[in-house]
């Protein structure tokens, strides 16, 4: 689904609103620190999903108060982002688990090269 | 249900891995199983309070998020170097200390996502009841990762201004992260300093509440990281305010 040409959808659009946040990630794939930039209740989910390791579809249908088939919709996004995993087997209310495997951006306070090339030669 | 706490500090040298050793001693003291993971794999030194160096460590962190061991086998059972009557069991994941491969991963990144696998797996096999993880200070991937998957967050600070202006940006994150439990600490309060005063102007500052202010220490300068405060000093006042905190913890 894209969103960007048309620009922000309306503000009583709620799925319409989440999906335009989950699309404009700076990032293809969602790290720790951007869930820091969504807006609740999306962010609740990532939190949620983040702290306990999974969450279900009912669970994300309750917290974004949307109907399970577009809650579906936002977490399929979500799978696509890679913060959550598809489960093996589809059930009535499918858990979803999070998947933060994604290589880290730079470290904060990186050593400058010249020095790591010297620790290497210790 | 296990528990996984986060100790952090915006500012560098707060005290959050004696903190952290000293609490995980007494939580296993009291016969809990109890994980301490060292994540500040930049500049790590937990291990050194626990008089571990380089030859005591079988594997590290870095080895298993190389790929190279399963996490479970760089756990070390330190509880025999606890030096005191421990009725349950302390787990030490060292950080290695290797220049080349501290360089290595700070040049290679690694998969941060490997961490969160990785402190599941190590409360699982190991049993744990808690899984401390003392972290580097600032804010970087991993410390927001480890204060998101966190149903508690120690942040330490001292009363400095710096470190009140950089603690608001980390108040603020850990709310932003829902964190479950926010435990403020302050450390290292100089003797002219009232303890309560300090207290008020620190719940004034982050509305929220402080467990512990916890004094300047000399015979803790002293110690040099050499031993665990606790043990050593088991009725200090310094080592009464590390049983608030754990109490806290318990509740
Ligand atoms: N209450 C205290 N009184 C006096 N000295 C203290 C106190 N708490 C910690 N220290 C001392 O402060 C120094 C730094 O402590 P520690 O290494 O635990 O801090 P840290 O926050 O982990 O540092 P880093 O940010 O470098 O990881 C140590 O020498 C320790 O003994
Ligand atoms: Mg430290």
């Known amino acids: ?122 | 249900m296990s528990k996984i706490i986060s100790i952090h500090s915006f500012r560098g040298g707060t005290g959050k891995s004696n903190t952290t050793a000293n609490l995980a001693a007494l939580l296993a003291m009291d016969g809990f199983r109890v994980g301490i993971v060292d994540t500040d794999i930049q500049s790590p030194g937990i291990h050194v309070i626990f008089g571990m160096d380089d030859s005591d460590m079988k594997h590290s962190l870095n080895d298993y998020l190389w790929g190279k061991c399963d996490i479970k086998d760089a756990a070390h059972d330190v509880t025999g170097k606890l030096g005191a009557d421990v009725k349950g069991q302390l787990f030490l994941i060292p950080s290695s200390i290797k220049a080349g491969e501290i360089a290595r991963i700070l040049r290679e990144g690694y998969d941060v996502g490997l961490l969160t696998d990785g402190f599941r797996d190590l409360v699982d096999k190991l049993e744990l009841d808690y899984l401390l993880i003392d972290t580097h200070p600032g804010l970087n991937e991993e410390t927001l990762l480890s204060m998101a998957i966190s149903q508690a967050l120690i942040i330490i600070m001292r009363p400095d201004s710096q470190d009140y202006q950089g603690t608001a940006v980390t108040v603020d994150i850990a709310r932003k992260l829902d964190v479950p439990n926010m435990l403020m600490v302050v450390n290292k309060t100089p003797q002219a300093f009232e303890l309560e005063d300090v207290r008020e102007r620190v719940e004034k500052s982050f509305n929220c509440e402080v467990v512990s202010v916890i004094p300047h220490s000399e015979e803790m300068m002293v110690l040099a990281s050499s031993e665990l405060f606790v043990v050593r000093y088991p009725d200090d006042p310094v080592t009464k305010e590390f049983r608030i905190i754990v109490d806290k913890i318990k509740a």
């Open chain 1, 1 to 122: 689904m894209q969103f960007s040409k048309s620009g922000p959808p309306k503000k009583d659009d709620r799925l319409g609103n989440y999906m335009w946040e989950l699309e404009h990630r700076p990032q293809s794939k969602i790290l720790p620190s951007d869930v820091l930039k969504f807006s609740d209740p999306l962010r609740a989910v990532l939190n949620q999903a983040a702290r306990i390791g999974r969450i279900s579809l009912s669970e994300v249908s309750k917290l974004l108060d949307l109907p399970p088939e577009q809650a579906q919709r936002v977490i399929d996004l979500i799978v696509e982002k890679d913060f959550l995993r598809r489960p093996s087997s589809l059930g009535d209310n499918p858990v979803y688990e999070t998947r933060l495997a994604v290589r880290t951006r730079k470290l904060n306070d990186e050593l400058p090269k010249e020095i790591l090339n010297k620790l290497d030669d210790l």
